[in-house]
């Protein structure tokens, strides 16, 4: 079983920064890639960012060049760093966590990001 606990959500002015923070139950380099999806009120839960094992990142348009997803095994944590924030971010924030065995894609509970405009 794979516990992933979101943290670092909140309220913050259009324009503002935040940094989410996913904490694993186990090491991060023991998942095949990690990431961060989001769902607004009323849409579907969509891919923020994610990172593989070996480092590679791919982001969605809307958060390119103001977003940045990065791990720490050191802390088998992996954030995502949101600058310029907007008011079309407000969002729960998900962590996942991928592996080749089942549970293949395990979820956090979510941490709420809500931008003021």
């Known amino acids: 079983q794979v516990h992933l606990v979101e943290s670092g959500g909140g309220l913050v002015q259009a324009g503002g920064s935040l940094r989410l923070s996913c904490a694993a139950s186990r090491s991060i380099f023991s998942f095949s890639g990690m990431g961060w999806y989001r769902q607004a009120p009323g849409k579907q839960r969509d891919l923020v960012a994610g990172i593989t094992k070996d480092g590679r990142t791919n982001y969605a348009d809307s958060v390119k060049g103001r977003f940045t997803i990065s791990g720490d095994i050191t802390k088998n944590t992996v954030y995502l760093q949101m600058n310029s924030l907007k008011p079309e971010d407000t969002a729960v924030y998900y962590c996942?966590?991928?592996?080749?065995?089942?549970?293949?894609?395990?979820w956090g509970q979510g941490t709420q990001v809500t931008v003021s405009s």
């Open positions: 996942i966590a991928d592996q080749d065995i089942s549970p293949y894609r395990s």
